[in-house]
């Protein structure tokens, strides 16, 4: 079993349309997450960092982080046609991003 | 900005020849690099870290003979796979951090590299 799951999708999305992506992982020891963008033959982007549990919101985006249920969110509001990407959560036992756990990715559609 | 390049951005070779593949930090001089590997529609693992100045520290199941990396600069770090075969057909991405390993990392643009 991976220590990061992430459901790989392909999730597809009207315009405008609330997104919900998610991870769940097994490692309890996971303190910092984050969210990247990737799109198509490019390299991830980090989105959004959060330590421990509790919401952080930039823009449209919004991460939750459940350290109780080792389960991870994160909500674009308002989606656009340029938020079709994959994302991809990521966690690590320590402040060291580079030692970061990935999930495969889900791939996200928005529709005009 | 902190941005960081990659060349080349693809690569096509023969089997059994070797292949370099820079990372570069264009604005920041990276004390730490990493350099990750992906296969379609899988998530990204973790093949080194490369700190200046120093030898790279390698993860787990990876042959440190067979990817080379050299960090000779704070700017500069490079992966050679050796006597590449078609199984290492892959798209490598490096990133860097700017600071102490507290420091967000910063991702390339990535290489794909096809191995005949």
């Known amino acids: 079993q991976k220590e990061v799951e992430q459901d790989p999708g392909p999730l597809s999305v009207p315009e405008g349309a609330i997104v919900s992506l998610n991870c769940t992982y097994s490692?309890?020891?996971?303190?910092?997450f984050m969210w990247y963008r990737q799109y198509s033959r490019k390299g991830p982007e980090l989105l959004m960092y959060?330590?421990?549990?509790g919401n952080k919101e930039d823009g449209r985006f919004t991460a939750q982080v459940d350290k109780s249920s080792k389960y991870i969110s994160l909500f674009i509001r308002d989606s656009q046609p340029s938020d079709s990407a994959t994302y991809l959560c990521?966690?690590?036992?320590?402040?060291?991003?580079?030692?970061?756990?990935f999930g495969d990715g889900t791939t996200l559609t928005v529709k005009p | 900005g902190a941005v960081v390049s990659q060349h080349p951005s693809w690569v096509i070779c023969k089997s059994g020849t070797s292949v370099k593949i820079e990372c570069r930090s264009l604005?920041?001089?990276?004390?730490?690099m990493f350099w990750y590997r992906q296969f379609p529609k899988q998530s990204l693992m973790l093949m080194a870290t490369?700190?200046?100045?120093?030898?790279?520290?390698?993860e787990q199941g990876v042959e440190k003979d067979k990817f080379l990396i050299n960090h000779a600069s704070l700017t500069l770090s490079t992966l050679t796979v050796t006597s590449a075969h078609p199984e290492d057909s892959s798209f490598y991405i490096c990133?860097?951090?700017?600071?102490?390993?507290?420091?967000?990392?910063?991702f390339g643009p990535g290489t794909r590299l096809t191995v005949l």
């Open positions: 604005d920041f001089q990276a004390t730490t």
């Open positions: 490369s700190n200046e100045g120093s030898k790279a520290t390698y």
């Open positions: 490692n309890s020891a996971f303190q910092y």
């Open positions: 990133s860097a951090q700017k600071g102490g390993s507290t420091d967000t990392q910063y």
């Open positions: 990521a966690m690590s036992m320590n402040t060291n991003a580079g030692k970061s756990t």
């Open positions: 959060t330590y421990s549990s």
